[in-house]
């Protein structure tokens, strides 16, 4: 997600610190299949996997038999997906995936006017497979899929973002719409994000967490098809990151405003520009977890229905309905 300007924090508070770095069933994104069917069927979300499917899935395969999807949304040459794949590359094929340039800001767009190319790239590590995109990046993950692996990867990561994807970025952010595409594929995903917007952050703390999360999801024999996780890395140094904080989004939106100016043609124009501000005071949100300097996780779906109004409606439409009947 693109820079607009700096957040407004939340107020500091005190808490237990938990330096836990394992993430467990009780925490959330990892599920018994029971709890899974269960959601899947509340949500709409289509039926679980068939026997053969499931055990595929749930089989513990080697390194050099899983697939590791990687895209993201600053381009291919960016230092993050580096340092994401440098993270990971011992746990499987790396496939990398990913825009020929900045895509940030770019949401779940996808290409349907004009032309989509492809091409092998040269990446940071030459040992590792690469492929360059016109595209966005859900195009990137789409491609990927059906015209290079021919199959769907055992996992897709997204990132390591140069800034925030936390709380209301998640619905704009390229990163996080990547991994999103990829979890209604089926494919378990996450998307990983820095707070940090210099081309020379330090990625070390990130991919220690990056590393620790894709062992346990990879490990794991109950993980979620449809799981999708937003991880974003406070910017400070990695001995100062506290661990892992499973987390929900927090309520929190841009206060935006336009700034106008004009050009040499003397033509108004206009340039986006606003503060992050949170209105969330929770201890169990991703913006105060960050604040914190934890690693905060968030498990995101595709299903946006408001259930809580879904049911209210339900009840207001029918005495609306039975009042015209009388």
């Not at 779940?108 to 966005?136: Q, V, W």
Request: charged letters at 25%; aromatic letters at 6%.
């Amino acid at each position: 997600m693109a820079k607009l300007k700096k957040e407004k924090p939340a107020p500091q508070a005190q808490t237990t610190a938990n330096t836990s770095t394992k993430l467990t069933p009780g925490q959330g994104p990892i599920e018994t299949s029971t709890n899974t069917k269960v959601k899947a069927a509340k949500q709409g979300q289509p039926e679980t996997e068939t026997p053969g499917e499931k055990a595929k899935r749930t089989s513990s395969k080697k390194p050099e038999d899983r697939i590791i999807l990687v895209t993201n949304d600053d381009g291919i040459t960016a230092p993050g997906i580096a340092a994401l794949v440098d993270a990971v590359k011992h746990l499987g094929r790396i496939v990398v995936v990913a825009p020929d340039k900045a895509q940030s800001g770019m949401g779940h767009a996808i290409t349907i006017g004009s032309p989509l190319r492809m091409s092998p790239a040269k990446f940071a590590d030459p040992d590792i497979e690469a492929y360059s995109c016109n595209g966005t990046p859900v195009d990137c993950v789409k491609l990927a899929v059906d015209k290079i692996l021919h199959r769907k990867p055992d996992i897709c990561l997204s990132g390591v973002n140069h800034g925030a994807n936390h709380s209301i970025n998640v619905i704009y952010s390229g990163t996080m719409s990547a991994a999103v595409e990829a979890s209604i594929e089926s494919i378990p995903s996450v998307g990983f994000s820095l707070l940090d917007y210099s081309m020379n952050a330090d990625f070390s703390g990130t991919k220690k967490f990056a590393r620790i999360i894709v062992e346990q999801l990879l490990s794991s024999k109950q993980i979620d098809k449809h799981l999708c996780l937003n991880v974003n890395v406070p910017a400070v140094e990695e001995k100062a990151l506290k661990g892992l904080k499973v987390c929900r989004q927090a309520y929190a939106k841009y206060e935006e405003d336009f700034l106008e100016r004009v050009d040499p043609h003397g033509r108004k124009y206009y340039w986006l520009t606003g503060e992050f501000v949170n209105f969330d005071r929770g201890r169990d949100t991703d913006v105060w977890a960050l604040n914190n300097n934890y690693v905060s996780v968030v498990p995101v779906q595709v299903d946006m229905t408001n259930y809580k109004i879904k049911d209210k409606l339900e009840a207001v439409l029918k005495t609306n309905t039975d009042a015209k009947k009388r």
